[in-house]
Nanobody
């Protein structure tokens, strides 16, 4: 079991920046894919950015060049640095992970992720 706890959400103005954090309980699998997903009101959950055990990162087109995913060396902490925020970035942001697998160069569908946090809300005003 992997427990994921997100933090860092809040309200921000368009053009601003915010950093989300995900604290993960320790996991020992040599391969994994972990990342951020988001769900806006009335919309389906979508992948934002993922990183896997070999350090490969993948971003959704909508956030490329604005968001950066990173992981602490101890791999217990995952971050999402969000810059140049837009109102359309408003959503509940979730941390998710799958063990014993990789991201395979893409942001996996949510059905591929086995572990989820409860989310942190980001609200961007224009």
């Amino acid at each position: 079991q992997v427990q994921l706890v997100e933090s860092g959400g809040g309200s921000e103005q368009a053009g601003g920046s915010r950093r989300l954090s995900c604290a993960a309980s320790e996991y020992t699998r040599s391969s994994y894919c972990i990342g951020w997903y988001r769900q806006a009101a009335g919309k389906e959950r979508e992948g934002v950015a993922t990183i896997d055990s070999d350090g490969s990162v993948t971003y959704a087109d909508s956030v490329k060049g604005r968001f950066t995913i990173s992981q602490a060396n101890a791999k217990n902490n995952l971050y999402l640095q969000m810059n140049s925020l837009k109102p359309e970035d408003t959503a509940m942001y979730y941390c998710a992970a799958v063990l014993g697998s990789w991201c395979y160069g893409q942001v996996p569908l949510e059905s591929a992720m086995d572990y989820w946090g409860k989310g942190t809300l980001v609200s961007i005003s224009s």
